[in-house]
């Protein structure tokens, strides 16, 4: 297998290319404005305007290079609110490459140290750092997730369905969207019809909305109350 390199995307900032699939972490539109949009700005901001929780739980599918959880835990920062991150990620990045993503340029110098020096005992264990921000990275394969936490908010950020369809049945989502609560929100960068209909087969009500730069689109979902009518 070749080696995992960082590659530039159109916003200036770097993601990893995979050597085998071919596959990148992040659109080649924008790494960081992928992030921001989708799981920022289409995510955590937008379930805070409607549930002001303190402190917020975030579970990520696919933690990677952790870019998603830096900017959350800089805007959980700068708004004074508790974070609380579970990534989970099968194939986890060393610490090395981690560092060399560049993605101190697009948070404070003190989140990124305190992430950088977390980042391995996180694997470990959970990592508390200052001013309630909690990060938890769970090494195993998000179809075998099982834990007795439920989070506010679904980041799932995994390849593509053309080189990982497994990850997008209705039997994977099931199992993570488990741990989502009643009212909490699912968002990923795609959209397409059969992800919409696995997501609306668990009881969640989808929304098609604008996609990052170069998509035209991608799904947010909320979870409804099991006597929900979108679940009959
Ligand atoms: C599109 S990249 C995600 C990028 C990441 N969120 C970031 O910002 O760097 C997909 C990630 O999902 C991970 N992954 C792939 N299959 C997985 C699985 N079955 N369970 C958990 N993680 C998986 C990959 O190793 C990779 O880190």
Redesign the pocket.
């Known amino acids: 297998m070749g080696k995992l390199q960082f590659v530039t995307t159109a916003d200036g900032s770097k993601t990893?290319l995979h050597p085998t699939t071919g596959?990148h972490?992040?659109s080649m539109n924008g790494a960081v404005g992928e992030?921001q949009h989708v799981f920022l700005e289409s995510g955590l901001k937008f379930f805070l305007r409607h549930h002001p929780v303190n402190p917020v739980t975030i579970l990520?599918?696919?933690?990677?290079?952790?870019?998603?959880f830096l900017l959350s835990a800089q805007f959980c920062q700068d708004e004074r609110l508790g974070l609380q991150y579970t990534g989970?990620?099968?194939?986890p990045?060393s610490p090395e490459i981690v560092g060399q993503s560049g993605y101190d340029e697009y948070v404070s110098k003190k989140t990124w140290d305190l992430f950088i020096s977390g980042y391995e005992p996180a694997i470990q264990r959970e990592m508390r750092f200052p001013n309630n921000i909690l990060l938890e990275i769970v090494l195993?394969?998000?179809?075998g997730y099982n834990s007795a936490k439920q989070f506010d908010i679904l980041?799932f950020?995994?390849?593509s369905a053309g080189s990982?369809p497994e990850?997008w049945t209705e039997q994977v989502l099931s199992q993570v969207c488990r741990h989502l609560k009643v009212g909490g929100l699912f968002v990923t960068y795609a959209m397409n019809g059969n992800l919409k209909r696995n997501i609306k087969a668990l009881g969640f009500s989808p929304e098609k909305i604008p996609g990052a730069s170069g998509k035209r689109e991608m799904l947010r979902a909320t979870k409804m109350d099991s006597h929900s009518p979108w679940n009959r």
């Open positions: 990893l596959e972490y992040h992030s990520e599918v696919g933690f990677g290079t952790g870019l998603n989970i990620e099968s194939n990045l195993q394969n998000a179809s980041y950020d995994a390849f990982q990850m």
